[in-house]
């Protein structure tokens, strides 16, 4: 096996900084989601994509979309349920599937912790950056997200269809 080209300078400062950046946002994030509504991060994650989404989605395309294990969101599913803020059913057209369905409850607590998430975002990321500098961030970030999504971790990858 032949040794992998070393990263350039330029490629390590970058790689640290988006570490870095990732890290002190998710910290701050998770202190104010805890703070605001009790949530962790995957939890706030959940209702938004299903607020985002008409408030009903398939167990494994939250996770595939989430990038969170199955496993992990099946647990993290669990915990909002018993707080009455979704709800799980067997899916409609399969009844194999698991769909989530945001319930009243989960809108309210998301609406609670939702001021606080923008306000933080707000002041921690975005007013640093200028339009033009969120349209190359956009830019940048898509590229490399399509690119690692075509070969995504195995928790996220989606699932293969199941033969009949």
């Known amino acids: 096996m032949t040794e992998p080209t070393p990263l350039a300078p330029a490629q390590l400062a970058a790689y640290f900084a988006l570490t870095e ?14 703070t605001d509504g009790g949530l962790t ?5 959940i209702l938004a994509r299903l607020n985002a989404t008409g408030g009903r989605l398939r167990m494994t395309d939250l996770a595939d979309g989430l990038v969170y294990s199955r496993s ?3 647990y993290q599913a ?3 349920e018993k707080r ?3 709800s799980r059913t067997p899916g409609a057209d399969d009844e194999r599937s698991v769909e989530v369905t945001l319930t009243p409850a989960g809108r309210d607590v998301l609406g609670q912790v939702m001021p606080g998430h923008v ?11 200028s339009d033009t500098d969120i349209a190359a961030l956009n830019d940048v970030l898509g590229r490399v997200r399509d690119h690692m999504r075509t070969a995504p ?3 996220a990858a ?3 269809a199941k033969r009949a």
Request: hydrophobic fraction near 45%; charge should be positive; avoid cysteine.
């Open 21 to 34: 950046v990732a890290s002190l946002l998710q910290h701050a994030v998770e202190q104010q989601l805890r």
């Open 41 to 45: 991060t995957p939890q706030f994650q």
């Open 72 to 74: 992990g969101l099946t």
């Open 78 to 80: 669990a915990q909002l």
């Open 84 to 86: 009455g803020l979704v």
């Open 119 to 129: 306000e933080l975002v707000q002041r921690l990321m975005m007013t640093s950056l």
């Open 153 to 155: 971790p195995r928790s």
């Open 158 to 160: 989606p699932r293969a």
